[in-house]
């Protein structure tokens, strides 16, 4: 499901890499082109019958050790229903960069059928084991039926960030009633990295 690129030496000062059918690339003027990493290809796994908050196993996804760059620009999307409910039982979805939520809910009694979406864009300003970011997001922070969920826009001062390590991209849910009859999932995850 996820492409991890391939990194050859430098040629002459030029960066090289490997395409996906390992073909030799050289960017045109050394610009960097965005590189889909994961592309969801199906629905996730129902989140049901739990209070622990639980990764979508859709939309997850590992960015290698050292892949990061001053520069790097990451950005990722998705979808999801909550496909039946009970009672006024709560959901709250997050999207996270490691343990720091980029995009952050409200718990919501939610109807069934209600939906929620977002985006979000990370931007690498220092790499090393001090390293930093900044985000933003703009994502349905009320899951509700279609044109009728409340949209926001959030941001993220400088954070700090381990770019020497892997860093996970995750979105997941939290039902504030363990019930077999709360059941939700994720349709839509992409994320690309530049």
């Known amino acids: ?89 709560t959901l709250l979805i997050k999207a996270y960069l490691g343990s720091t939520a980029i995009a952050t809910g409200t718990a919501t009694d939610v109807a069934n059928n209600a939906i929620f979406a977002g985006e979000a864009s990370i931007a690498i300003r220092t790499i090393g084991a001090s390293g930093t970011f900044v985000a933003n997001s703009s994502h349905t922070k009320v899951p509700a039926a279609s044109l009728t969920a409340s949209r926001v826009d959030e941001i993220l001062a400088s954070t700090a960030i381990d770019t020497t390590a892997a860093n996970i991209i995750t979105v997941k849910a939290t039902w504030s009633v363990q019930s077999s009859s709360n059941s939700c999932r994720n349709d839509l995850f992409w994320l690309t990295i530049s």
């Open 1 to 89: 499901m996820a492409f991890a690129p391939k990194i050859l030496t430098s040629l002459h000062g030029r960066r090289l890499g490997l395409s996906r059918t390992d073909r030799l690339v050289l960017p045109k003027w050394d610009a960097v082109v965005p590189m889909l990493a994961v592309n969801a290809v199906a629905a996730s796994t129902a989140i049901s019958n739990t209070t622990v908050e639980t990764a979508f196993d859709n939309a997850t996804y590992t960015i290698p050790a050292k892949m990061l760059r001053a520069g790097s620009l990451i950005r990722f999307g998705w979808q999801g229903i909550a496909t039946a409910t009970n009672s006024t039982d």
